[in-house]
């Protein structure tokens, strides 16, 4: 996942199924908190899952990262404890989308379009297969989480993980997240 691009707002949603672990607790949406960065593992950070292994080894979770994150974690020790990983990589945006205008926004190298073209390369199925022997992958458009509605997420989630999400959660607090991306970018909200 790039940075910006709402990877633990994805993930709190997709922890509203009764499968996973809750990432959070709904009161968390209610501040103009500019991300979603409400668990205690925000992103994959080998220091947190080394402190918090004991729980995590023992349940199913909802993680988030991004690609060198997820490198470092498969490199050590503390892989093993995370079998029947199903990935889901956030699909870069396309230039001129709101996702992309809030990733330029956190990183501007990303407006060099050769540095983008080539980093885009790292967030496909193909690379991610050939560099983690995985083969459980899920790709998310970035674009279907920075819209008005979750609807077309809740029911992309909903076939490709097989699980049940809390739809009215979800859009609750979707809502909450979105308006905040709306006054990011200076959009008006009426």
């Not at 918090?52 to 997820?70: E, F, K, R, V």
């Amino acid at each position: 996942m790039l940075l910006g691009l709402g990877g633990n707002h994805i993930a709190n949603l997709l922890s509203t199924s009764n499968e996973f672990l809750n990432r959070f607790s709904s009161h968390d949406y209610n501040t103009s908190e500019p991300n979603a960065h409400f668990f205690n593992i925000t992103n994959i950070e080998l220091e947190d899952i080394s402190d918090n292994i004991d729980i995590l080894s023992t349940q199913n979770n909802i993680l988030c990262g991004h690609w060198a994150s997820y490198y470092w974690l498969m490199q050590s020790d503390l892989s093993k404890h995370f079998n029947n990983r199903q990935i889901l990589i956030i699909e870069p945006p396309s230039y001129g989308t709101m996702a992309y205008e809030r990733l330029i926004k956190h990183v501007t190298a990303y407006t060099n379009h050769y540095l983008y073209e080539e980093m885009k390369l790292l967030y496909t199925i193909e690379t991610m297969q050939k560099m983690f022997d995985d083969d459980d992958f899920f790709v998310l458009n970035t674009d279907v989480i920075f819209q008005n509605s979750i609807n077309t997420f809740i029911e992309k989630a909903e076939e490709e993980f097989c699980i049940k999400l809390n739809s009215t959660l979800c859009k609750t607090i979707h809502d909450k997240w979105f308006v905040n991306r709306l006054k990011e970018t200076n959009v008006k909200t009426n």
